[in-house]
């Protein structure tokens, strides 16, 4: 089974910018559709991006436009862009593994932080 770890979160001030990492272990990260998903304080998880095997991407509203999924399937790792951030954007950060896009099966990483705060 994939494990994943998140790294890249911390404090940016509103408007700047910050990109998350996630690395997987195991092997065929190929099978895997890869994403974002953030927690805030008393809210629930929600997607943030997905990106299966051959690059189609999916984004929440809420990033559109601001926010950039990618992988490097030699790497195993799948990246976040984030720009223009903002403070609504302040959340744990999940990497998530589904195989073969099935969600249920999925895997999660440990979460990172991101705060966005003057």
């Known amino acids: 089974q994939v494990q994943l770890v998140e790294s890249g979160g911390g404090l940016v001030q509103p408007g700047g910018s910050l990109k998350l990492s996630c690395a997987a272990s195991?092997?065929?990260?190929?099978?895997?559709?890869m994403g974002w998903y953030r927690q805030a304080p008393g809210k629930q998880r929600e997607l943030v991006a997905t990106i299966a095997y051959g690059g189609m991407t999916n984004y929440a509203d809420a990033v559109k436009g601001r926010f950039t999924i990618s992988r490097d399937d030699a790497k195993n790792t799948v990246y976040l862009q984030m720009d223009s951030l903002k403070p609504e954007d302040t959340a744990v950060y999940y990497c998530n593994a589904a195989p073969g896009g099935l969600f249920g099966l999925s895997r999660w990483g440990q979460g990172t932080q991101v705060t966005v705060s003057s």
């Open positions: 195991g092997s065929n990260f190929k099978m895997y559709t």
